[in-house]
């Protein structure tokens, strides 16, 4: 059974920083690429950071240079190191595999963490 489980999302000042983590299970982990997603109110989800299945990282400009993706297939796990945090980072974060696992025909998604950057 394919599970996604988020974690380290918190309240956080701009200009701080937050550690991201993601369990994967269900899955042959290490042989997919994976991202971190964000979805902010009334916003369509995106994708802000990639990793392949051999190490090479992918990330739009909005976050480049503040963000860094890592994975450790021998946990099963992928991070997300943010860093710099602006207030528009504001968003529950998910993980998945870049493109999404499907599941009984439907993307599968799990239920995210939310970061909140505010003063």
């Known amino acids: 059974q394919v599970q996604l489980v988020e974690s380290g999302g918190g309240l956080v000042q701009p200009g701080g920083s937050l550690r991201l983590s993601c369990a994967a299970s269900?899955?042959?982990?290490?042989?997919?690429?994976m991202g971190w997603y964000r979805q902010a109110p009334g916003k369509q989800r995106e994708l802000v950071a990639t990793?392949?299945?051999?190490?090479?990282?992918i990330y739009p400009d909005s976050v480049k240079g503040r963000f860094t993706i890592s994975r450790d297939n021998a946990k099963n796990t992928v991070y997300l190191q943010m860093n710099s945090l602006k207030p528009e980072d504001t968003a529950v974060y998910y993980c998945n595999s870049v493109p999404p696992w499907i599941v009984s025909g439907n993307d599968y998604w799990g239920q995210g963490t939310q970061v909140t950057v505010s003063s």
């Open positions: 269900g899955r042959r982990f290490s042989i997919y690429a």
């Open positions: 990793i392949t299945s051999g190490g090479r990282t």
